[in-house]
């Protein structure tokens, strides 16, 4: 519980002096429009990199269906916000998205995750897939492949920041959590976690669901800051770029995920103006820190503001006793 706390504390002591700085930025024109737009995205993708680090970082499953919970919330702020108009009924859409999107992942777990590897990354892109064909099958309630329009814009970079020190403070005390030592126990060795008492399939979901309930709130966000939601917004290849994030700031790394993500959404800005090589000069820049960084960017490191304290205060006292 003490540990918990000083993690808690550090991460919002570092959160507090992000949003103070961001806010100076923004007041002082310093960040045009564009810029807070690419910051909404990022904040977007840290929560959606954050969830999807507890299922394959954490639990070592190999998910590529993030994209269809990550639907399930999108459609549901599309559907109740436009409906309701209000911010009471944007939040009321992405609760009834978290827990679709959680009862989905459980029940899609519970037979998916005794899979393996290909196996499972292969069953989970199918899921996905279902989640997007019933919406391009849902008739006047989701406008089939055409989408929605005209949906409020509830979403603003201070909400966003808000949900990301939700989802990065509930993910570490998930990892720190009786469950989530579980849960890396299983990803370490399966048949000796069982052993010791550990349930593996009730663990794996677990994380499971956590990560889906994540992708859901991030989809909520996502169709508040865009206004529009169409399901080729939600492909496979969605998925693959919330993966790339991951595995670029590390597996099994809280920091790693929000390090990636706003390293990738930051380069991305900055390659707008390459056109069609833009891909070519991104895809090449991956590829080479994934050769001399191939455990990511921080591998599984995470930020300790205990840590920076004890070292300096060790190089003060080394300092005073010369």
């Known amino acids: 519980m003490k540990k918990n706390l000083k993690v808690n504390i550090s991460w919002l002591i570092l959160f507090a002096a992000a949003y103070a700085i961001l806010a100076l930025l923004i007041q002082f024109g310093i960040f045009n429009d564009f810029m807070v737009q690419i910051l909404t995205q990022i904040g977007i993708n840290i929560i959606l990199a954050v969830g999807l680090n507890v299922i394959i970082g954490f639990a070592g499953q190999f998910s590529l269906g993030h994209a269809g919970f990550m639907l399930i919330g999108a459609y549901s702020g599309a559907i109740i916000g436009t409906e309701t108009g209000t911010y009471l009924g944007f939040f009321l859409a992405m609760l009834i998205g978290m827990i679709i999107a959680g009862l989905a992942a459980l029940l899609v777990g519970i037979p998916t995750l005794r899979l393996k590897g290909d196996y499972l990354a292969i069953a989970t892109l199918g899921v996905a897939e279902i989640f997007r064909i019933l919406v391009i099958n849902g008739g006047s309630l989701t406008n089939g492949a055409a989408g929605l329009t005209g949906i409020p814009l509830f979403t603003s970079w201070q909400m ?76 496979f ?77 060790k190089v003060k006292a080394a300092k005073e006793g010369e």
């Open 160 to 235: 966003v920041f808000i949900f990301v020190i939700l989802t990065t403070i509930l993910s570490l005390n998930f990892g720190l959590s009786a469950n989530g030592r579980g849960i890396r126990a299983v990803r370490d060795d399966e048949i000796a976690a069982e052993s010791v008492g550990v349930n593996a399939t009730k663990v794996k979901v677990s994380a499971f669901v956590f990560g889906a309930v994540t992708a859901s709130i991030a989809g909520t966000l996502y169709s508040g800051f865009i206004g529009t939601v169409t399901p080729k917004d939600f492909t």
């Open 237 to 313: 290849m969605n998925s693959v770029n919330i993966l790339i994030i991951v595995v670029f700031g590390g597996l099994g790394s809280v920091t790693g995920s929000i390090v990636g993500a706003i390293v990738l959404g930051v380069l991305n800005m900055f390659l707008q103006d390459f056109g069609a090589l833009r891909m070519i000069i991104f895809s090449l820049i991956l590829i080479l820190i994934m050769i001399f960084r191939p455990g990511g960017l921080l591998g599984i490191n995470e930020f300790q503001l205990s840590k920076i304290i004890n070292r300096n205060s």
